[in-house]
């Protein structure tokens, strides 16, 4: 399986046509922002776009007096949405769906939502083709399944107030004949709902967002996963590469590539987690 991963070919290059209709290539464009080519169509998931520092830290989070994004996108917007014919947004936190990628996607390119209140945000946002993925569609051959989460833990979610301000979020499993299958987990802690879509999609590939985002006052309660839901996926997905991403780029994620990397070879699962680097391709 890992044999299959041609990782030095496509590294921190823009994007270039698939070599097969049956190839799976995921680019990590910049915190949750991903590109993933599934035989032959092109997807953008969960699209940050704005410039280094365009806004404001989120408030009372993990250094919030840091501006967003702390990077720069690793080539021009132009180029991200090169051959992108479908959006994917999970949920619509400005991190993962800002003002610059409002502005800068076509109006006409079909927008998938995992509710109907996010696809009635996108269409007063001047979309035009939103559609809310309630269990499975399929979109130019690739059948698209949504999965549950949890955008943090269940003290967390205990206060109602807090459980809105948070609201919910939703993953996606990306799977066509004679290819590999991508499960796109989303923003959220480790679940019995992630249990059960690694038990029923059988993904070869799990893209996991593990910065470890902090909100202050609940600083041993991260509101995405981190090191150990990273080694724990190792486990539950014992066939699977996993894909770490969502570090680095925003200002309440906890958890940097290079600790997440160090962790990893400490715990000898070096060969099954990848952690791209802004820009870089993953080719499966």
Excluded at 77 to 102: F, I
């Amino acid at each position: 399986m890992l044999a299959s991963l041609s990782l030095g070919a496509f590294a921190a290059t823009a994007w270039s046509a698939p070599a097969t209709a049956t190839s799976v290539k995921v680019q990590q464009i910049r915190n949750a922002t991903v590109k993933i080519d599934f035989a032959g169509t092109t997807f953008l998931v969960d699209p940050m776009l704005s410039d280094q520092g365009a806004f404001p830290g989120f408030p009372g989070t993990y250094r919030s007096e840091l501006r967003n994004p702390l990077v720069a996108l690793p080539f021009s917007v132009k180029e991200v949405l090169d051959s992108v014919e479908a959006v994917v947004v999970t949920h619509t936190h400005t991190d993962h769906w800002d003002e610059a990628a409002q502005k800068a996607i076509p109006k006409s390119l079909p927008v998938f939502t995992q509710n109907e209140a996010d696809a009635k945000l996108i269409r007063s946002q001047g979309f035009q083709d939103v559609r809310v993925l309630t269990g499975s569609t399929t979109f130019k051959g690739v059948k698209l399944s949504r999965t549950g989460g949890q955008h943090g833990t269940d003290l967390w979610f205990a206060d109602p107030a807090r459980a809105a301000f948070m609201g919910p979020v939703m993953g996606v499993v990306f799977a066509a004949p004679q290819a590999k299958t991508v499960y796109v987990a989303g923003d959220t802690v480790w679940r019995p709902e992630v249990d059960q879509a690694l038990k029923l999609h059988k993904p070869d590939v799990v893209i996991l967002n593990t910065g470890s985002a902090l909100v202050s006052g609940f600083e041993e309660h991260p509101i995405i996963m981190g090191k150990q839901d990273t080694l724990q996926a190792t486990k539950a997905a014992s066939h699977a590469a996993i894909v770490a991403v969502h570090m680095d780029a925003v200002n309440h994620m906890s958890l940097t590539r290079k600790a997440l990397r160090e962790f990893v070879q400490d715990q000898k699962i070096e060969q099954r987690v990848l952690i791209p680097e802004d820009g870089e391709t993953l080719g499966f």
